[in-house]
């Protein structure tokens, strides 16, 4: 009997899209997984199914496994996918429940190992800096993975250094991304990448210094980072040097010790770390500059304006898109409202001061947008140090929150805004007022609840500045 043989052909490395597409195609011709010859190396057997076909009603975790084991870099991986989808789809519905069977055992080891190597590429790739003509810098790196994930981690490393420009080359395939825009590139060469930097002396310098002899475990050290790995990193070059002189810096250690004094002066340890605490409000605002944001925050930290000793100082939740490119707190849609209703409250806003809880843009991209994201708890009492000497500098006589984050960076405990709006004494040394933020007023869904609540929101203002008064 003749069977006649489908080829797909799929693009090199882990081409999820082109999967997909062709298994829908497949199963909706009803094509058995036998008749099906998976390649991206030509034409053997004629040309791949056209059309599109139904999108396939798959279990969630089948979902979760095949964008895994499309990465994977055993040639089968297409072809015992698309077995798995055969499959489900002709009445064995429940088959990723059945752990011991042995093509879904298969997939789940395949997957892990993926995971794996995505988390091993998070952690372990090291940047170098280039100098370019002009001025310019540019950060590269060198990474060999496994399988076919360097697309998959793609948006990690955009969200975690989306200030730099840099550049990630391995043997399967390229990152570039130049602050604004992402390139998927050919595999890369070893020797394009640079083999050292100014900076890197530095860090051997503070790794060897921090490395402790006494918990030397080469075991743990190869389980948690292979041994493949450390060629690529720095500190690999002096990891076997600190290795063999660990058992005498450990009894110099123990030798140390034994003629130490017991005694300790705090007070020597409180004023040293008194003397690192800014001493005004550019220095301030230059260690905020320098901090690094955690991610996915912008890199550009949009400061406060505004008088030294204002009577008034209002605090936002955080900058938005337009304050973050423009470096200027409440410009945007929310700041104009906020200017007008100043004006309306007979409050003079370049006599007073206006700052943000949060330093630093919080956003999700969508396209070519940034869409808000409101922070997180812990990333408000991470900025909350930075805002509370900045009032300190300030010394307003009113400190007013403008909604849920800055009320809570200001209390250190979330307080709901409409219950607690008025005047607090809940901002410590500051006498404090709890209003709304003028952006919930852009979000009211109709112009009724908007005039109401503005002028409610005017009121408010009216109120916070008798009191500063």
């Given at each position: ?22 298994a829908r195609r497949l199963i909706g011709r009803d094509t058995p997984p036998g008749q099906v010859i998976w390649t991206s190396e030509g034409d053997l057997f004629g040309a791949a199914p056209e059309g599109e076909g139904a999108p396939l009603m798959l279990p969630k975790l089948t979902g979760e496994i095949i964008p895994l084991v499309v990465c994977h870099n055993d040639p089968q991986r297409y072809g015992l996918l698309y077995t798995l989808i055969w499959r ?274 919080k956003f999700k991209p969508s396209g070519k947008r940034r869409i808000h994201q409101t922070p997180t708890t812990g990333e408000i009492k991470h900025y909350r140090w930075w805002l509370e000497r900045e009032l300190e500098f300030v010394h307003p006589h009113l400190v007013v929150a403008l909604g849920a984050t800055a009320t809570q960076a200001l209390a250190g405990k979330a307080m709901p805004v409409m219950k607690n709006r008025g005047a607090t004494s809940a ?43």
């Amino acid at each position: 009997m003749n069977m006649t043989l489908t080829q797909v052909a799929l693009q090199p490395g882990g081409d999820l899209d082109g999967f997909r597409a062709a298994a829908r195609r497949l199963i909706g011709r009803d094509t058995p997984p036998g008749q099906v010859i998976w390649t991206s190396e030509g034409d053997l057997f004629g040309a791949a199914p056209e059309g599109e076909g139904a999108p396939l009603m798959l279990p969630k975790l089948t979902g979760e496994i095949i964008p895994l084991v499309v990465c994977h870099n055993d040639p089968q991986r297409y072809g015992l996918l698309y077995t798995l989808i055969w499959r489900l789809t002709h009445g064995e519905r429940h088959l990723m429940q059945i752990a011991s069977d042995p093509l879904v055992h298969r997939l789940y080891i395949m997957a892990k190992s993926v995971r794996r190597d995505l988390h091993k590429m998070h952690a372990f790739v090291r940047f170098r800096q280039l100098d370019l003509p002009g001025g310019g810098e540019r950060f590269m790196a060198w990474f060999e993975p496994e399988h076919f994930i360097v697309e998959a981690t793609a948006q990690f490393f955009v969200d975690r250094f989306r200030g730099m420009d840099w550049a990630i080359l391995t043997p399967k395939g390229s990152l570039h991304w130049d602050t604004r825009t992402l390139t998927i590139g050919p595999p890369g060469e070893r020797a394009a990448a640079p083999q050292m930097d100014d900076f890197e002396q530095h860090w051997l310098d503070y790794y060897e210094a921090t490395f402790n002899p006494a918990r030397v475990n080469p075991t743990v050290m190869k389980r948690e980072m292979a041994v493949k790995y450390w060629k690529n990193l720095p500190e690999a070059e002096i990891i076997p040097r600190l290795i063999h002189e660990a058992a005498p810096r450990v009894q110099a250690m123990i030798e140390r010790e034994a003629e130490m004094s017991t005694k300790r002066n705090p007070d020597k340890a409180v004023a040293a770390m008194a003397d690192q605490t800014p001493k005004s409000l550019d220095a301030l605002n230059r260690l905020i500059l320098e901090s690094v944001p955690p991610a996915p925050f912008s890199p550009r930290a949009v400061l406060g304006e505004g008088l030294i000793g204002a009577r008034i100082a209002f605090v936002g939740e955080q900058p938005g898109d337009q304050e973050d490119i423009e470096g200027r707190p409440f410009i945007g849609p929310a700041g104009q409202l906020l200017d007008r209703a100043l004006e309306e409250a007979g409050i003079v806003r370049a006599e007073t001061y206006v700052t943000n809880a949060v330093k630093n843009f919080k956003f999700k991209p969508s396209g070519k947008r940034r869409i808000h994201q409101t922070p997180t708890t812990g990333e408000i009492k991470h900025y909350r140090w930075w805002l509370e000497r900045e009032l300190e500098f300030v010394h307003p006589h009113l400190v007013v929150a403008l909604g849920a984050t800055a009320t809570q960076a200001l209390a250190g405990k979330a307080m709901p805004v409409m219950k607690n709006r008025g005047a607090t004494s809940a901002f410590g040394a500051w006498p404090g007022f709890i209003t709304i933020h003028p952006s919930s007023l852009l979000r009211q869904p109709d112009e009724a609840a908007k005039t109401a609540g503005y002028k409610a929101f005017v009121d408010d203002l009216k109120r916070a500045g008798a009191l500063a008064a």
